[in-house]
T-cell receptor, first 116, second 113 residues
């Protein structure tokens, strides 16, 4: 597609429920990244995919968080048993330049998750 | 560890005013430096970058110069417009060859007519 597409744009869920967030990167972009943008916390790195593999999951905050990528394209970030502290904007980015961000990422508009 | 410090906002300016948003970084070596911009309701966009010391990145009237001596990358624009209202983020790769970007907390700019 023309840009990085994320869905849903907004999600309100009850504490304890599971949620899935979807990212459609730019076609042909091999590298995909998830970041979280929390109030007062700035942007935090969550996970990096190169193709379907995730060489670095070090930013995932707990084992309630997982992500996968299929076909070297769409990625899904899953949060199980959501907690209020999971409320944030989840941003996806992709890059065609391999793992190095020197050329900059292209970000999606994000999914705003609110846990009530 | 690696970190980015941006001036705290929000910053409110009148149209045609001069803008400076300060950014300093702590990093190993001399990484590439970036400014990203997030317009209301949109994702982050790369605004400009500089890959080595003394480089000047520029785009849409914005400029930033990579200052190795002061480990700074301040964003400037000579005459802001209402359409520049957004949140601005300074960032750099977390380590040599790293794919992770370390971001500042963002500076919200509001430009009033």
């Amino acid at each position: 597609g023309a840009g990085v597409s994320q869905s849903p744009s907004n999600k309100v869920t009850e504490k304890g429920k599971d949620v899935e967030l979807r990212c459609d990167p730019i076609s042909g972009h091999t590298a995909l990244y998830w970041y979280r943008q929390s109030l007062g916390q700035g942007l935090e790195f969550l996970i990096y995919f190169q193709g379907n593999s995730a060489p670095d999951k070090s930013g995932l905050p707990s084992d309630r968080f997982s992500a996968e990528r299929t076909g070297g394209s769409v990625s899904t970030l899953t949060i199980q048993r959501t907690q209020q502290e999971d409320s944030a904007v989840y941003l996806c980015a992709s890059s065609s330049q391999g793992p190095l961000p020197n050329y900059g990422y292209t970000f999606g508009s994000g999914t705003r998750l609110t846990v009530v | 560890g690696d970190s980015v410090t941006q001036m705290e906002g929000p910053v409110t300016l009148s149209e045609e005013a001069f803008l400076t948003i300060n950014c300093t970084y702590t990093a190993t070596g001399y990484p590439s430096l970036f400014w990203y911009v997030q317009y209301p309701g949109e994702g982050l966009q790369l605004l400009l970058k500089a890959t080595k010391a003394d480089d000047k990145g520029s785009n849409k009237g914005f400029e930033a110069t990579y200052r190795k001596e002061t480990t700074s990358f301040h964003l400037e624009k000579g005459s802001v417009q209402v359409s520049d209202s957004a949140v601005y983020f300074c960032a750099f790769p977390k380590g040599a060859g790293s794919y992770q970007l370390t971001f500042g907390k963002g500076t919200k700019l509001s430009v009033i007519p």
